[in-house]
């Protein structure tokens, strides 16, 4: 790995290829930590009801505080999305891939997605966790 590559993605031999994340990282660097991040303004106020709304706002959230520690999206490792509608998700998959492509661009981490009940904020329908590596110099 080198400073312009802080990861190397990682894909079994055999294994088809994932389409739209990676099954592994292996990066080493400085490490950064999300809380559960959701998708309201900086100022805790809800700007989009809908979960796409609340994904690309998350994103933005998570870019923001990686910019604070001298990281960009392309430092990301995983991510762990926390949805409370499997049904939403899926009937707007071409509106979340947009969205992503928007804010992270074409870098795809390791991710999981899960379905919960609920979230800590009534209001919210999305929450990701984030994970990324700054190299070594």
Do not use: C
């Not at 930590?33 to 994103?59: I, K, N, P, Y």
Request: hydrophobic share 45%; charged share 20%.
């Amino acid at each position: 790995m080198t400073a312009l590559t802080p990861h190397m993605f990682l894909q079994p031999d055999g294994w088809a290829p994932a389409k739209g994340y990676s099954n592994g990282v292996m990066a080493e660097g400085k490490l950064i930590f999300t809380g559960g991040l959701v998708g309201w303004s900086a100022q805790q106020t809800w700007e989009h009801l809908d979960m796409v709304g609340q994904f690309r706002q998350t994103l933005e959230n998570i870019v923001a505080v990686l910019e604070s520690a001298g990281a960009g999206p392309e430092h990301l490792v995983r991510l762990t999305w926390y949805i409370t509608d499997k049904q939403e998700y899926n009937e707007n998959l071409r509106a979340f891939g947009a969205a992503y492509r928007d804010v992270i661009g074409r870098h795809f981490p390791a991710m999981a997605v899960v379905q919960v009940i609920a979230l800590m904020e009534d209001e919210a329908k999305i929450e990701i966790e984030a994970t990324a590596v700054i190299p070594h110099d």
